[in-house]
């Protein structure tokens, strides 16, 4: 979700290619950093900026899980301090008067031999889920529907959507990358895509707030037959 | 006593601050002249991105990077729009001239009579971009026109510019100017991704899927933010292979791979 470092690319957070979603009334703020669970975004008090900064109409997007579920992690927490520190999010957030969205965490690439996708964060993501329905807080599945993004591309062609490098082909990683978590430019649109699917289905009022463009007045050619139009500025 | 040291210790770092200044690159201005596929985009029409604009994050801080290029422009309308000479007053020795154009010069349907630059004016143009550069004791580099996403039925990267990358080869070779084939290294790219991975290099959108694009969109020639920086990579490494001195300012990370130990 973070804002990578020029030197990371092309790692990219999907708030990144999110913020070209919203008309000029919407200005997002990215607290989100690597490495954080809900425990550390606590601790670092990155979270006590949100709450010292957040205003009655606002949104806070809560998306954690990759750090919190993996036991030998430093930032790691317990499924029920998982909880408990959402609950400290949603209830904060809804004190100030402003909209808590809960997201279950971005999938990782995983198959199995078969060429299925396999969740990582299913336990997590799940509390992510109770948590939304006991506490009736919109809730956008990203796990879910970007496990079946990578699915519909499959083990090898998925790829595209993480920071996948091979040797040389990039400055910033002259030994390559094969990160299975992180995302490449396209996969981070992706999946603020789906976040946008997710504000849209769940007729939240920020929903309103998306840019409107009138429909492009370019045709829709067959790459084979039709000369494409070239853009003109 | 104390003090005579303290002042050596400050004259030492002084030397050594100066033999850092000296060693220091010239800053040098990187030109990048060409169409569409280059050029820079506001955030209004992302994800649509010119190869130029994931370029400029791959250079030391000697380098600065000047965008100059235009959508739909050829070489003859770069020229006639009065583009090309404000460029050319601002040269100082040292910098470079990276000129990718074809597109919009090749394009010899009627519809596009307003850019179409025969083939014979397409290479006396570029000529004019090598000479000019040089007289300014800075450095051309002619690139090929990027390939076009257009698969035949056997699966197939069909070649989309024949004949006018064949001609930025052409004046290359003959001006002995460093010429980055684009073309056909971004054809074996989307070749060896295949059609489904290849297309995600392209403005291919689903409805919905980005707000500046309310209905399906699907452009064969103009990058997304993925496949521009694909083609920067290209180009970045076709600058290596020319062994061209700006090859130096690139940035040299150290980003070890990434290895998920919950995945692996």
Redesign the interface.
Known sequence: MSIKA?????ETGWGM?F???FDSTVTVTNYAQNGRSTKTFISDKLWQKIADNVKPGDYVIIQFGHNDE?P?KAAATTESQFKENLLLFVNQTRAKQATPILLTPTA???FDSTGTVVG?HDVYAAIVRTVAAEQNVAMIDVDKESQALIQK?GP??SK?FY?YLTP???????????????F???GA?KIA?IV??GI?SQKLELADR???????K?P??T??TT??P???? | MKKINQYRILLLSALICLSFMVAAPKKIKVYLVGDSTMCLYPASRAPLTGWGMPFANYFDQSVTIENVARGGRSTRTFLSENRWQPVLDSLHAGDYVLVQFGHNDEANQPQYADRYTPLPDFKTNLAKFITDTRSKQAFPILITPVTKINFDKDGKAKETHVEYSAAVLEVGAQYNVPVIDLDLKSRELIQQMGPKAANMLYMMLDAGEHPNYPTAYRDNTHFNDFGARKMAEIVLNGLKEQHVELADRIVKGFGAPTVNPQVK
């Open positions: 020029v030197k990371a690319y092309p290619p913020v070209n979603f993996v030998t990782r690439r995983k990582t591309y090898e062609d595209i920071d040389g082909e990039n400055p910033n990683y002259p030994r390559g990358n094969s990160d299975d978590t992180h490449s430019e396209l649109r895509s946008l699917a849209r998306i840019v409107k463009k009138p429909a492009m370019m829709v050619p790459p084979t000369p494409m070239y853009e003109k500025n």
